[in-house]
Nanobody, 115 residues
Framework: QVDLVEAGGGLVQPGGSLKLSCAAS????????MGWYRQAPGKERELVAT???????NVAGSVAGRFTISRDSLKNTVYLQMNRLKPEDSAVYYC?????????WGQGTQVTVSS
C-alpha cells in the first residue's frame, strides 16, 4: 500500500505561480512513475506531467513550458511548479504513482486561477 499526501493548492491570479507537492509513504520502491493528473468540472481526468525514477518526463502540451515536474527520491516526493497560470488550469490536481501493476492516487488538491 502507498499513501500520498498532497499540498500546495489554492487560489491564484492569472499569470501567477503555485507549487504542488506530493509525499509518498508506505511500500514505495525505486522503478516507479510519479506525477500529476487534473480534472476540471465536467471534464475527464487528464495527464499533466509524470516522471520516472530514472528522470524521464512526460508533459502535456497544454502546460509544456509553464509547468515543471521534479522529484526528490530520498524523500519520495514529487513536485509540480506551475508558472504563468491560466484560468483554464483551474482543476483538482491529483498526485499519481504507478509501480509494477499498481496505481495510487492522492486525495486531490484544488487549484483555482481567477482574478
Amino acid at each position: 500500500q502507498v499513501d500520498l499526501v498532497e499540498a500546495g493548492g489554492g487560489l491564484v491570479q492569472p499569470g501567477g505561480s503555485l507549487k504542488l507537492s506530493c509525499a509518498a509513504s508506505g511500500n514505495i520502491f525505486f522503478g516507479n512513475i510519479m506525477g500529476w493528473y487534473r480534472q476540471a468540472p465536467g471534464k475527464e481526468r487528464e495527464l499533466v506531467a509524470t516522471q520516472t525514477s530514472g528522470g524521464s518526463t512526460n508533459v502535456a502540451g497544454s502546460v509544456a513550458g509553464r509547468f515543471t515536474i521534479s522529484r526528490d527520491s530520498l524523500k519520495n516526493t514529487v513536485y509540480l511548479q506551475m508558472n504563468r497560470l491560466k484560468p483554464e488550469d483551474s482543476a483538482v490536481y491529483y498526485c499519481y504513482v504507478k509501480q509494477a501493476q499498481d496505481i495510487y492516487w492522492g486525495q486531490g488538491t484544488q487549484v483555482t486561477v481567477s482574478s
